[in-house]
């Protein structure tokens, strides 16, 4: 029988996309810096006047379970905490043991709830741990055995145990990323409803040994555009309670990673299964759509010289594809500043770069000041090190970036940060005193979001690889339980599901590791 009883309803939030070929560990200090909210300060963040995530987005999936249980009435929302770290490497031992201790502990604390919303981001890594989302999740069932309900970042990792130890997985329907708030709010409207209406479950999931594919990616374009048309004409069956397509984060070392489908119906589980069949072959179909191709450096710069009226009128934004600070790798690659160095010189240029170590050094410096210093080439001593000399020109104590400092090198406006260098905004820039339109070149370190932020003024924008962590072929050095495409061939995907989802054995397939077959820049 349905439920009328007033409810209490538990949420918090550990997200991190971690990447296992950054050489920089996610440690505690990083969740505290970017986002980290708890208690009635959590609750105030996601109030309709609220900021959740300070400097980033206003409301997102938190905010989103909020407007459900105020929507619902007679639902109290008991807020736990909320931390958030940039992409960067796996977290280390401490760090991840100590949330997942919070997340049991603060559960416990809250008293009986009669339901738990956890949004995590579902590509986390962690030291030592084995799919760590899914840890968490065990956290919070050690705490109350009531039905949980998790949201996943469209770029999660979904595996066996994660499907079984949740009672619903929500899953983004947008790329870039912006139904974060909607995501949550559908989490929320699921969770009541199986509190108060008796709404159960029933969810089928296919995993895909698929790692890349699909064009660009972008939802409203071809290839995948019918596939998310396709999602939200199921949200509009009442009988689907949420249907989702992650194209996980590459940059993983879960050996199961891949494309996955999962649908969940209310009591339906031949219509779930046969609409995650449908789903899981909608994306196994385009897997033979390669990604855009990384252009080489100075081939960009060209590019972006011949764009004249694309300069005149906007600017023209190059994305650092190896370098990609939101996908996990480290910052500090200069190679694309160092092409502009050479190359740009009758042109306008403002360059990202981390480099805790050197921003230390200049930051007592006083404004106006002439510095040598040489960039780049000590979190990931693979990288090359740089020498430049220019003036200071502005410092800047940001909230979660650390501090930041500007240096004029001629045409090359450099920002230094302490922490990630996250130009995904043009407030990185304008927030140091460098205002984008007056830029003939914006360099950014993200793949996606930053085309709804710049859309303004970007006029033209060019992917640019230069050999790093986010490289796409990264992860054909990878370990995977099976071929894996695009590396290997792979003619269908039942059989890797089938096992996957253990309903075949597992061990007559070995683990492959195999030389990367990398795509050349062009």
Known sequence: M????????????????????????????DFRATGWLEGDELRQACQPD?????????SAELTGFVDATRAAGDVEAVPLFS???????????????????????????AGPVDGVMLCLHGAMGATGVRDPDTELVRAAR??????????????????????????????????????????????????????????????????????????????????????????????????????????????????RLGWSAIVSTDGEQAMANELADELADRLWAVRHEEPPKFIAAQAA????????????????????????????????????????LEGARDMVSYVPLRDP??????????????????????????????????????KLQHHAL?????IDLGPVKLVLTEGPAMAVKPAFYADIGLDPWKADIVVVKN?????????????????????????????????????????DPVHEWRTTDARRRGLSPTSRVPLVDREARPFAAV
């Open 301 to 340: 710069i060209e590019q972006a010289r011949a764009a004249t009226i694309s300069r005149k009128l906007g600017v023209v934004v190059l994305a650092d594809a190896s370098d990609v600070v939101t996908a996990g790798a480290p910052g500090e690659n200069t190679l694309l500043l160092s092409a502009l």
């Open 83 to 109: 931390g958030w770290a940039i992409p960067s490497g796996p977290l280390d031992p401490a760090t991840f043991a100590t949330l997942s201790d919070k997340l049991e502990q603060e559960l416990r604390r």
């Open 50 to 58: 609220g900021v959740e995530a300070r400097g980033y987005l206003r």
């Open 2 to 29: 349905a439920s009328t009883a007033r409810l209490r309803l538990a949420y918090a939030r550990i997200a991190q996309e971690s990447n296992c070929f950054s050489p920089v560990p996610t440690t505690l200090a």
């Open 357 to 394: 170590q050197v921003v230390q050094e200049l930051f007592d410096r006083p404004e106006g000041t002439r510095v040598r210093a040489s960039v780049g080439g000590k979190l990931d001593p693979t990288q090359p090190g740089l020498e430049i000399e220019g003036k200071l020109v502005r």
């Open 402 to 406: 650390g501090k930041m400092v500007s």
């Open 447 to 487: 793949f996606f979001p930053f085309r709804l932020f710049f859309a303004p003024m970007a006029r033209k924008v060019l992917y640019v690889r230069t050999e790093g962590a986010t490289d796409l072929d990264a992860a054909y050095a990878n370990v995977f339980d099976g071929p894996m495409w695009p590396r």
């Open 142 to 255: 050690r705490a109350t055995k009531v039905p949980i309900v998790v949201s996943h970042d469209l770029h999660a990792n979904l595996t066996k145990e994660r499907v079984e130890e949740a009672d619903l997985i929500v899953g983004y329907r947008t790329n870039p990323h912006r139904d974060q708030r909607r995501t949550g709010r559908v989490a929320g409207e699921s969770l009541i409803r199986m509190l108060r209406e008796d709404a159960s479950p029933r969810t089928a999931w296919r995993s895909l040994p698929m790692l890349l594919g699909g064009g660009c990616t972008v939802d409203v374009l071809p290839p995948v555009r019918s596939i998310f048309s396709r999602l939200r004409e199921l949200h509009r069956d009442s009988r689907v309670m949420t249907a989702s397509v992650m194209f996980c984060h590459p940059w993983n070392d879960e050996p």
